[in-house]
Protein backbone atom coordinates (compact mmCIF):
# COMPACT_ATOMS: atom_id res chain seq x y z
CA UNK A 1 0.00 0.00 0.00
CA UNK A 2 1.13 3.44 -0.91
CA UNK A 3 0.79 6.15 2.21
CA UNK A 4 -1.38 9.25 0.32
CA UNK A 5 0.21 12.83 1.11
CA UNK A 6 -2.48 13.56 3.51
CA UNK A 7 -2.17 10.31 5.37
CA UNK A 8 1.74 11.25 6.30
CA UNK A 9 0.92 15.03 6.65
CA UNK A 10 -1.46 14.39 9.19
CA UNK A 11 0.94 11.44 10.97
CA UNK A 12 3.35 14.28 11.17
CA UNK A 13 0.75 16.69 12.57
CA UNK A 14 -0.41 13.96 15.20
CA UNK A 15 3.11 13.52 16.53
CA UNK A 16 3.65 17.15 16.94
CA UNK A 17 0.47 17.78 18.26
CA UNK A 18 1.13 15.51 21.19
CA UNK A 19 4.42 16.72 22.15
CA UNK A 20 2.58 19.92 23.05
CA UNK A 21 0.88 21.48 26.35
CA UNK A 22 -2.09 20.27 27.03
CA UNK A 23 -3.70 23.54 26.92
CA UNK A 24 -2.72 23.28 23.33
CA UNK A 25 -4.27 20.15 22.78
CA UNK A 26 -7.37 21.49 24.41
CA UNK A 27 -7.96 24.73 21.80
CA UNK A 28 -9.23 23.55 18.41
CA UNK A 29 -5.80 24.01 16.87
CA UNK A 30 -4.92 20.37 15.72
CA UNK A 31 -4.29 21.32 12.31
CA UNK A 32 -2.39 24.34 12.99
CA UNK A 33 1.19 24.61 11.09
CA UNK A 34 3.62 23.79 13.84
CA UNK A 35 5.73 26.17 15.40
CA UNK A 36 4.40 29.00 12.46
CA UNK A 37 5.13 32.40 13.66
CA UNK A 38 2.40 35.08 13.01
CA UNK A 39 2.46 36.92 10.27
CA UNK A 40 4.70 34.81 8.86
CA UNK A 41 3.83 32.95 5.18
CA UNK A 42 3.31 30.17 6.84
CA UNK A 43 1.02 31.48 9.68
CA UNK A 44 -1.95 29.34 9.39
CA UNK A 45 -5.50 30.27 10.38
CA UNK A 46 -6.66 32.80 12.55
CA UNK A 47 -7.10 30.20 15.23
CA UNK A 48 -3.48 28.61 14.69
CA UNK A 49 -2.18 32.34 15.72
CA UNK A 50 -3.51 36.13 15.83
CA UNK A 51 -3.93 37.47 12.70
CA UNK A 52 -3.17 40.51 14.01
CA UNK A 53 0.06 38.47 14.76
CA UNK A 54 2.32 41.94 16.36
CA UNK A 55 1.42 41.31 20.15
CA UNK A 56 2.56 44.65 22.49
CA UNK A 57 3.45 43.75 26.01
CA UNK A 58 3.25 47.42 27.84
CA UNK A 59 4.02 47.36 31.02
CA UNK A 60 4.09 50.86 33.13
CA UNK A 61 5.83 52.64 36.02
CA UNK A 62 3.33 54.63 38.36
CA UNK A 63 4.18 56.31 41.06
CA UNK A 64 1.56 54.84 43.91
CA UNK A 65 0.08 52.08 42.11
CA UNK A 66 1.26 48.30 42.02
CA UNK A 67 4.02 46.71 44.80
CA UNK A 68 7.22 48.71 44.62
CA UNK A 69 9.52 46.12 43.06
CA UNK A 70 6.76 45.43 39.97
CA UNK A 71 6.19 47.73 36.81
CA UNK A 72 2.35 47.48 36.36
CA UNK A 73 0.23 46.42 33.28
CA UNK A 74 -0.85 48.56 30.82
CA UNK A 75 -2.25 45.61 28.15
CA UNK A 76 -1.23 43.20 25.49
CA UNK A 77 -2.10 44.60 22.08
CA UNK A 78 -2.56 43.18 19.03
CA UNK A 79 -1.64 45.35 16.41
CA UNK A 80 -1.35 44.28 12.91
CA UNK A 81 1.72 42.69 11.15
CA UNK A 82 2.61 46.13 9.73
CA UNK A 83 2.57 47.88 12.66
CA UNK A 84 -1.14 49.69 12.98
CA UNK A 85 -3.45 49.69 15.33
CA UNK A 86 -6.84 47.44 15.21
CA UNK A 87 -9.20 50.83 16.00
CA UNK A 88 -11.14 51.32 19.08
CA UNK A 89 -14.21 49.32 18.64
CA UNK A 90 -11.89 46.05 19.07
CA UNK A 91 -12.52 43.13 16.70
CA UNK A 92 -15.87 41.56 17.99
CA UNK A 93 -19.01 43.52 19.09
CA UNK A 94 -20.38 40.81 20.23
CA UNK A 95 -18.25 40.48 23.11
CA UNK A 96 -18.02 43.82 24.27
CA UNK A 97 -18.63 43.08 28.10
CA UNK A 98 -19.08 46.20 30.16
CA UNK A 99 -18.73 44.42 33.43
CA UNK A 100 -15.21 43.08 33.29
CA UNK A 101 -15.09 43.24 37.32
CA UNK A 102 -17.67 41.51 38.19
CA UNK A 103 -16.40 38.64 35.18
CA UNK A 104 -12.85 38.76 36.76
CA UNK A 105 -14.37 38.60 40.33
CA UNK A 106 -15.98 35.34 38.88
CA UNK A 107 -12.15 34.10 39.33
CA UNK A 108 -10.83 35.36 42.25
CA UNK A 109 -6.86 33.65 41.55
CA UNK A 110 -6.96 35.73 38.14
CA UNK A 111 -8.76 38.62 40.17
CA UNK A 112 -6.35 38.86 42.91
CA UNK A 113 -3.43 39.20 40.57
CA UNK A 114 -5.21 42.03 38.38
CA UNK A 115 -5.80 43.96 41.05
CA UNK A 116 -2.10 43.61 42.28
CA UNK A 117 -0.81 43.91 39.10
CA UNK A 118 -3.00 45.93 36.85
CA UNK A 119 -4.41 48.45 38.25
CA UNK A 120 -5.74 51.78 36.91
CA UNK A 121 -3.77 54.78 37.54
CA UNK A 122 -7.25 56.70 37.86
CA UNK A 123 -7.37 54.39 41.33
CA UNK A 124 -9.26 51.32 42.02
CA UNK A 125 -13.06 52.31 41.28
CA UNK A 126 -12.18 52.45 37.69
CA UNK A 127 -10.09 49.31 37.89
CA UNK A 128 -13.44 47.49 36.12
CA UNK A 129 -13.80 50.38 33.78
CA UNK A 130 -9.70 50.37 32.63
CA UNK A 131 -10.49 46.57 32.32
CA UNK A 132 -13.56 46.88 29.89
CA UNK A 133 -11.74 48.76 27.65
CA UNK A 134 -8.73 46.94 27.46
CA UNK A 135 -10.60 43.31 26.62
CA UNK A 136 -12.71 45.43 24.53
CA UNK A 137 -10.65 47.54 22.20
CA UNK A 138 -7.65 44.73 22.46
CA UNK A 139 -8.81 41.56 23.99
CA UNK A 140 -11.72 40.76 20.92
CA UNK A 141 -8.92 41.20 18.36
CA UNK A 142 -6.85 38.45 19.64
CA UNK A 143 -8.00 35.96 16.99
CA UNK A 144 -7.21 33.04 18.39
CA UNK A 145 -9.05 33.80 21.79
CA UNK A 146 -12.17 33.56 19.45
CA UNK A 147 -15.20 31.00 21.06
CA UNK A 148 -14.78 29.06 17.60
CA UNK A 149 -11.14 28.62 18.70
CA UNK A 150 -11.65 26.18 21.49
CA UNK A 151 -12.89 22.50 21.23
CA UNK A 152 -15.04 23.15 24.65
CA UNK A 153 -15.52 26.52 25.15
CA UNK A 154 -16.83 27.75 28.83
CA UNK A 155 -18.35 30.91 29.56
CA UNK A 156 -15.88 34.12 29.77
CA UNK A 157 -12.76 31.29 28.97
CA UNK A 158 -11.72 33.97 26.59
CA UNK A 159 -11.42 36.68 29.36
CA UNK A 160 -9.68 34.74 32.01
CA UNK A 161 -6.87 33.29 29.16
CA UNK A 162 -6.78 37.08 27.82
CA UNK A 163 -5.43 38.88 31.02
CA UNK A 164 -4.12 34.93 32.53
CA UNK A 165 -1.32 35.09 29.64
CA UNK A 166 -1.07 39.09 30.08
CA UNK A 167 -0.01 38.48 33.42
CA UNK A 168 2.04 35.71 33.17
CA UNK A 169 4.15 37.53 30.53
CA UNK A 170 4.42 39.97 32.85
CA UNK A 171 5.99 37.26 35.16
CA UNK A 172 8.23 36.14 32.53
CA UNK A 173 9.69 39.67 31.36
CA UNK A 174 9.54 41.17 34.62
CA UNK A 175 11.13 44.51 34.18
CA UNK A 176 11.71 45.14 37.48
CA UNK A 177 13.99 42.20 38.20
CA UNK A 178 15.82 42.40 34.61
CA UNK A 179 16.77 46.15 35.49
CA UNK A 180 17.49 45.42 39.36
CA UNK A 181 20.19 42.91 37.80
CA UNK A 182 21.99 45.29 35.70
CA UNK A 183 22.07 47.76 38.76
CA UNK A 184 19.35 49.76 37.58
CA UNK A 185 17.40 50.49 40.46
CA UNK A 186 14.19 52.83 41.35
CA UNK A 187 15.75 56.76 42.64
CA UNK A 188 17.78 57.07 40.04
CA UNK A 189 18.71 58.58 36.57
CA UNK A 190 20.56 56.58 33.74
CA UNK A 191 21.00 57.23 30.16
CA UNK A 192 18.23 55.92 28.00
CA UNK A 193 20.98 53.55 26.02
CA UNK A 194 22.14 51.76 29.00
CA UNK A 195 18.48 51.37 30.46
CA UNK A 196 17.14 50.05 26.97
CA UNK A 197 20.18 47.56 26.52
CA UNK A 198 19.65 46.22 30.01
CA UNK A 199 16.50 45.26 28.88
CA UNK A 200 17.73 44.06 25.27
CA UNK A 201 20.32 41.58 26.61
CA UNK A 202 18.13 40.30 28.68
CA UNK A 203 15.08 39.87 26.33
CA UNK A 204 16.78 39.36 23.35
CA UNK A 205 15.05 42.25 21.43
CA UNK A 206 14.84 45.57 20.99
CA UNK A 207 12.09 47.84 23.31
CA UNK A 208 10.51 50.24 23.17
CA UNK A 209 10.84 52.40 26.19
CA UNK A 210 8.54 55.66 26.15
CA UNK A 211 9.07 58.73 29.03
CA UNK A 212 6.97 61.60 30.26
CA UNK A 213 9.04 64.53 29.76
CA UNK A 214 12.21 62.84 31.18
CA UNK A 215 9.88 60.19 33.78
CA UNK A 216 10.05 56.65 32.81
CA UNK A 217 6.46 55.65 31.68
CA UNK A 218 6.27 52.40 29.93
CA UNK A 219 8.26 49.64 28.20
CA UNK A 220 6.87 48.29 25.11
CA UNK A 221 8.46 44.34 24.45
CA UNK A 222 6.87 43.04 21.06
CA UNK A 223 5.92 39.62 20.29
CA UNK A 224 5.23 37.16 17.22
CA UNK A 225 2.56 33.73 18.65
CA UNK A 226 3.35 30.26 17.36
CA UNK A 227 0.71 27.11 18.45
CA UNK A 228 -2.09 29.33 19.11
CA UNK A 229 -0.41 31.12 22.32
CA UNK A 230 3.01 30.84 22.61
CA UNK A 231 4.66 34.06 22.49
CA UNK A 232 7.99 34.45 21.07
CA UNK A 233 9.52 37.98 21.30
CA UNK A 234 10.91 40.32 18.20
CA UNK A 235 12.54 43.36 17.75
CA UNK A 236 10.48 46.72 18.48
CA UNK A 237 9.23 48.16 15.21
CA UNK A 238 9.04 51.65 17.09
CA UNK A 239 11.30 54.09 18.57
CA UNK A 240 11.48 55.01 22.39
CA UNK A 241 10.93 58.27 22.96
CA UNK A 242 13.01 59.09 25.61
CA UNK A 243 16.02 61.42 25.36
CA UNK A 244 19.30 61.88 27.12
CA UNK A 245 18.37 60.18 30.60
CA UNK A 246 15.14 58.42 32.24
CA UNK A 247 14.03 59.28 35.32
CA UNK A 248 13.26 56.56 37.57
CA UNK A 249 11.74 57.30 40.91
CA UNK A 250 10.74 55.38 43.58
CA UNK A 251 7.36 53.88 43.89
C1 LIG B 1 -8.95 31.55 36.04
O1 LIG B 1 -8.01 32.24 35.22
C2 LIG B 1 -6.79 31.55 35.04
C3 LIG B 1 -5.85 32.46 34.28
O2 LIG B 1 -6.22 32.61 32.97
C4 LIG B 1 -7.06 30.24 34.33
O3 LIG B 1 -5.85 29.52 34.18
C5 LIG B 1 -8.05 29.41 35.12
O4 LIG B 1 -8.40 28.26 34.40
C6 LIG B 1 -9.32 30.23 35.40
N1 LIG B 1 -10.20 29.50 36.29
C7 LIG B 1 -11.40 29.09 35.92
C8 LIG B 1 -12.20 28.38 36.97
O5 LIG B 1 -11.85 29.25 34.80
C1 LIG C 1 12.55 63.93 22.63
O1 LIG C 1 13.02 64.77 21.60
C2 LIG C 1 12.18 64.82 20.48
C3 LIG C 1 12.90 65.67 19.42
O2 LIG C 1 13.39 66.85 19.95
C4 LIG C 1 10.82 65.41 20.87
O3 LIG C 1 9.96 65.45 19.77
C5 LIG C 1 10.21 64.54 21.96
O4 LIG C 1 9.01 65.09 22.42
C6 LIG C 1 11.18 64.38 23.13
N1 LIG C 1 10.63 63.41 24.07
C7 LIG C 1 10.40 63.67 25.35
C8 LIG C 1 9.82 62.54 26.15
O5 LIG C 1 10.64 64.71 25.88
Not at 32 to 46: D, E, H, I
Not at 59 to 87: A, E, I, N, R, Y
Not at 158 to 187: M, W
Request: aromatic share 10%; glycine share 8%; proline share 4%.
Amino acid sequence: MKLSIATISSLAILSVTSALPTSLTARASDSCPANALSCSSTAGGSCCSPTNGLLLLVQQWVKGFGPDDSFTMHGLWPDTCSGGQTGNNGCDSSRQYDDLESILQSNQTLYKDMTTYWPSYKGASNNGDFWSHEWGKHGTCVSTLAPKCYSDFKKNQDVYDYFGTALQLREKYDLYSILNKAKITPGGSYSAKDFESAIESAVGVKPKVTCSGSDLEEVWIYFNVKNSNQYVPTDSVDDSTCNGSINYPTK
